[in-house]
């Protein structure tokens, strides 16, 4: 994921517009897996983008998402009067709200305890926990956040929102300023990569409850990540060309992990070794991705590639093998394979989105007519590549 900060000032007008860019995030293996036994797994950033813009200044607290049909104010005196019954005016730092502060704004929006009102009760928990946390007080300002696909399609929407949401209030607040000692690669506008990733986690976890951290740490740093035993480390990878797929089909990722989890403890012994074949797959392609970055000349170059997708084939095969694939994932496999190609379901499966790899000399026919049979199909085709920069400053 990639963030951009866009400074223009409009007319004579005392406040500065900001813009900010991110890129979502999308998993190469073992995403959903990995919330369910698997040690290991890759994700990269995708370049596609969610935007928010911030508007400081006015008379209210304004919030526009489009996508989740959000747009809403609120008089800057209300919310300070809420500022004032959750006890925030002592704190002298950003803090996280307590469960009890959490309800009272529950109230404030009135939003039911659970779920909280879906996508949009979601958003906007999300984006009032954020604000009362991370501020010193309440300011007016406008924010208005729209994306380039649609949320809940698997890709770390809700991670690129809040990553935008974090810098932009850090930013806004004068905190989460990274101090001389950290390196330059965790750093943008003088911010703390760590503190806005931190914070996009903690609202990952209004939205997802228990998320892995793998979408909010891609989204911030960018690139490729490869998560393992609770930590996100960057990789040296290179962008790879991809097909991203839409299959239309709903689905809900605590459901499909849910699914998972109980089939692991139904079968034990069959569904740990897939997962130990998920973990070595894992290794192996983090290995691919290093040749292929390494690679001096073309034929080494297709000879990681052509590695890396029989990963990818292997990789949907076992996720298939757990029971998080669909009916409109595998035919989105047997399209790509009649035209020669490699795919594989992306996010948590069951529907949702998938993805083509393609390779450095892909046949453009090839990739033509398969992008041209899918979309006849009723599916949505992008092309686009893995691999955006993370949170930076212009």
Known sequence: MKTTWIREIKGNSPFSPVHFLAFLSLSVTNRCAGLVGVREA???SLDLRTTLTLTPGGARLELDLPEVEIQQAWPLQDVEALWERLGRPGEKCAAPLTEAQVAQVRDFLGLPEDPPGGPRGLALLSFFQLYLAILPRPV????????????????GSSAAYAVCLSAALLRLAERGSAPDSVPSAEVSGGLSLKEVSGWAFRSEQIVHGTPSGIDNSICTYGGAVSFKAGCCSPLGAPPLRVLLVNTRVPRSTKALVAAV????????????????????????????????????SPQQQDEAYAALHELVDINQALLASLGVSHASLERLVGVAAAHGLHAKLTGAGGGGLGMVVLGRDTAPEAVDKCRGELEAQGYQVWQTTLGAPGLTFH
């Open 140 to 155: 007016p300002a406008t924010l208005r956040v729209t994306s380039q696909l649609p949320t809940g399609a698997g890709l």
């Open 42 to 44: 890759q994700g990269h």
């Open 261 to 296: 989890g109980a089939r692991r403890s139904r079968l034990p012994e069959v569904v740990e070794p897939v997962l130990d074949a998920m973990d070595a797959l894992a290794e192996r392609a983090l290995q691919t991705l290093s040749e292929l970055s390494s690679a001096a």
